[in-house]
């Protein structure tokens, strides 16, 4: 056959996978070897080594073939892991690899006809979808997949909980050729990971302003701390029998020229996803650390200092000897250090980050659950971390006047946490009732608009004073 001709001529010698020079003598067997090269060649360029999964390339490729060549409409699902990072970093490249192999055969299990799946790269993979019917067919196809990830994967001996992020784009409505696809996919599959991830979300050409606006946040958030715009406010958590300061909460404030505000919670989440969480939330911690310190030298020594505390920089930073260097470098009895963390982070990385808590505790930081009952509450987290503290959120508080049922979940949390030694904070009281109720049914504690918003450091300590 003509093609093999070509190539023996042009490919006379060459190197096997030893790095050996070989040669070919032109007989029939070298022919076959020549061959199975040659499709070894084909299978390395086109196939992902790990997954075994057909690749970007090919992707590309069977794309342009198909809309080309058919004109056919085809829709793409871009799936990606949440926070697929912190089982490389934190548990080891290896076991993320394990990951991807059993992911990979986990959705190859559920495609329909008419469907491929590529590995796009790292831990994002591309399912091309051919006869679908309507997006409402595609979105239950996507849920599917997310139910899919509901049992954990078996890594050596741990059972690893992840979820995936899905965007769906259709072509041609949602773009105009297979780049626009796979774009436009990708940045639906944004919007998921903003909702808080294992969710799939549909195209819209909204979005792109969105991920220009947030491109822009991004790039200027990286000179942010540089260029002296971060601040820290500090909101006084009070004592509901006594009405007495017993300590702040350190909150992130960026001011921003030029940008309208952003609420502090966005910021947080676009510092998350590039990692400007690390250095940020450091700077973060060093500053309320140093402001505490400050507030026990003017005399108030039993004050302590809530500071929230990203899933990033538990997995991520070696982060309880960071606590520590802080902690020696402005001489800060840990003690008086309280750090929280949100329940829908131990939700996904439970396993991950136990240890480091509890290296924490051992420098004898106490750590407080924050928006308690606001997510998944697993009771389970109270019995097998080092938390002292709740946070009830202030979904709780908002309607604890009007709706039962908010005051019977508030009563529960109060009497658990007495049950269990731990104090109770209640978030967000703005009005005299809440704070009323609070009061008789013996919560510990209190932070909201009521008593002091979150104010700078000055203020903070003049608050004090009053
Ligand atoms: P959070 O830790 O639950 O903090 C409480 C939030 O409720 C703060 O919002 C505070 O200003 C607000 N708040 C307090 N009392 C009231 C009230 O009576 N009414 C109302 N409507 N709101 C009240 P903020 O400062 O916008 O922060 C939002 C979230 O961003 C925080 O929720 C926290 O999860 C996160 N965050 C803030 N600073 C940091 C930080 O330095 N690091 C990390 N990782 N997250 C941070
Ligand atoms: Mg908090
Ligand atoms: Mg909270």
New binding site residues.
């Given amino acids: 056959n003509g093609q093999y001709i070509w190539i023996w001529s042009r490919a006379r010698t060459w190197y096997d996978k030893y790095g050996k020079l070989q040669r070919i003598l032109g007989t029939h067997t070298d022919i076959t070897a020549l061959r199975e090269y040659q499709s070894q060649l084909h299978h390395q360029a086109y196939f992902d080594s790990l997954t075994n999964l057909p690749n970007r390339l090919s992707l590309n490729r069977d794309l342009e073939e198909y809309i080309v060549v058919t004109g056919h409409p085809i829709a793409a699902l871009f799936i990606d892991l949440d926070n697929f990072k912190n089982v490389n970093d934190f548990m080891s490249h290896n076991l993320g690899d394990q990951l991807l192999q059993q992911v990979s055969r986990r959705i190859e299990a559920l495609l329909d006809e008419g469907c491929s799946l590529y590995r796009f790269g790292g831990d994002e993979f591309i399912l091309l979808y051919r006869q679908w019917k309507s997006l409402d067919s595609l979105e239950e196809y996507a849920v599917q997949i997310l139910e899919s990830f509901k049992a954990p994967f078996a890594l050596n001996d741990s059972l690893v909980y992840i979820t995936p992020s899905i965007g769906i784009a259709v072509y041609p409505d949602h773009a105009s050729d297979g780049d626009e696809l796979i774009k436009h996919s990708d940045i639906a599959m944004y919007r998921s990971k903003d909702k808080g991830g294992n969710c799939c979300t549909v195209f819209d050409p909204t979005m792109i302003q969105d991920v220009s606006d947030r491109l822009k946040i991004e790039g200027r958030l990286r000179t942010a701390l540089a260029n002296n715009e971060l601040t820290v406010f500090y909101?006084p958590e009070v004592a509901v029998q006594t009405n007495q300061i017993t300590g702040f909460?350190?909150?992130?404030r960026w001011n921003s020229p030029g940008l309208e505000e952003i609420?502090?919670?966005r910021v947080?989440e676009i510092a998350e996803t590039t990692g400007l969480?690390v250095p940020i939330?450091r700077w973060?911690l060093e500053q309320a650390c140093r402001f505490i310190k400050q507030v026990h030298e003017l005399g108030y020594k039993d004050l302590s200092i809530s500071?929230?505390?990203?899933i990033v920089q538990l997995t991520r930073s070696q982060f309880a000897q960071t606590v520590s260097q802080i902690l020696q470098d402005v001489g800060l009895d840990a003690a008086h250090l309280r750090l929280?963390i949100?329940e829908s982070v131990l939700m996904e990385s439970y396993e991950i980050i136990r240890s480091e808590l509890e290296a924490l505790n051992e420098i004898g930081i106490s750590m407080a659950l924050?928006?308690f009952g606001k997510g998944y509450s697993s009771l389970a987290y109270l019995k097998f971390l080092p938390i002292t503290t709740l946070k009830i959120d202030?979904s709780f508080i908002d309607d604890i006047v009007k709706e039962q049922k908010d005051r019977l979940l508030t009563d529960q949390i109060i009497a658990i946490g007495e049950k269990l030694g731990l104090s109770v904070v209640a978030?967000?009281?703005?009005m005299d009732e809440q704070l009323e109720y609070l009061v008789h049914h013996r919560c510990d504690k209190y932070?909201?608009?009521?008593f002091s918003?979150?104010v700078c450091q000055e203020q903070a300590i003049s608050l004090l004073h009053s």
């Fill in positions: 909101q909460e350190a909150l992130l609420p502090v919670q947080i969480i939330g973060v500071v929230n505390v990203s929280e949100t924050d928006d202030k978030e967000g009281v703005e932070q909201g608009f009521i918003r979150p």
